[in-house]
């Protein structure tokens, strides 16, 4: 998202997102407010009214109608559940910490990941990415690809036993994983030490 939101509105924002598919219609603001424990109505309009002049939420036509995403084109918020994404542990966006496989698969709307196929989810862990606005506990949303361009965001693993997320950048003899921490410094290394394994997509949050 280009607006920029407040804490609250991105939480509303996230939880639509999130339960798209959950909603057997699109939630009224009293219903909204039940769903995430908040008592002010009053206040769920306000941020709803931002959220509409963000673009990310339709207006609300009457009380009666509940409150619909703005729908990408192409999206369909319609469409029936996949078996959702593959979820494969944590990865470290501090120092490199080896990935943790399960076969938990998560539900994901299929209008963020668009007509990408080979998607699967990561949970991050540490602080280096922070600038980037990629905070501890957030999940990521990476496509599977084994190349990338300069300054892309990837999954790269390192040594062939840690992975971690850094953008990247790739001289000839060199590839430095750049952090989004100004207290922290690049790592360097060479070509044949670093294998691409998916670039960054998406990425979700949830406030507790």
Known sequence: MSTTLTRRQQEIYEFLVENAQ???HPPTLSELCKAMNLSSRGSMHKQVQALIEAGLVEPMN???RGIRLTRPEGANFDEPPSDGLPFLGKIAAGQPLE????QQRMQIPAWITGDRENCYLLSVSGDSMIEEG????????IEQTSTARNGEIVVALVDESEVTLKRIEQKPGEVTLHPANSEMQPMHYSPDRVRIQ???????RTYH
Do not use: K, N, Y
């Open 22 to 24: 959950q909603f057997p």
């Open 62 to 64: 009457g009380q009666r």
């Open 99 to 102: 990935a943790v496989t399960d």
């Open 134 to 141: 990629i905070l501890d506990g957030d999940l990521v949303i």
């Open 198 to 204: 998916g670039r960054l997509v998406g990425q979700l």
